[in-house]
Nanobody, 125 residues
């Protein structure tokens, strides 16, 4: 079992920055892949970034490349999402998720087993 707790969301003006954190407990440190997802009202949940816990390969959605950076701190069992140059269209609830290794493409929403409660990010224009 894996428990995930996100924090760091809030209200920011366009062009600003936020850093989201996700603390994982349980088996998440044992080679699990981690991902950051978001869901805006009326839209499907999408992956914005994903990372192999052990290999450190990181993947980004085209819409956030060059603006968002996913990182990890293994000692703290924590992953981060640094979001810069935020746009109003980045407004959504952001979720952290985890899955065991060997599940194929790392940005597939349905391949993740464990989810945090979500944190709201609102970008004003």
């Amino acid at each position: 079992q894996v428990q995930l707790v996100e924090s760091g969301g809030g209200l920011v003006q366009a062009g600003g920055s936020l850093r989201l954190s996700c603390v994982a407990s349980g088996r998440a440190s044992s080679g699990y892949a981690m991902g950051w997802f978001r869901q805006a009202p009326g839209k499907e949940r999408e992956c914005v970034a994903a990372m192999s816990w052990t290999r450190g390969n990181t993947y980004y959605a085209d819409s956030v490349k060059g603006r968002f950076t996913m990182s990890r701190d293994n000692a703290k069992n924590t992953v981060y999402l640094q979001m810069n140059s935020l746009k109003p269209e980045d407004t959504a609830v952001y979720y952290c998720a985890a899955r065991p290794p060997g599940r194929g493409a790392p940005m597939t929403v349905g391949s993740y087993d464990y989810w945090g409660q979500g944190t709201q990010v609102t970008v004003s224009s």
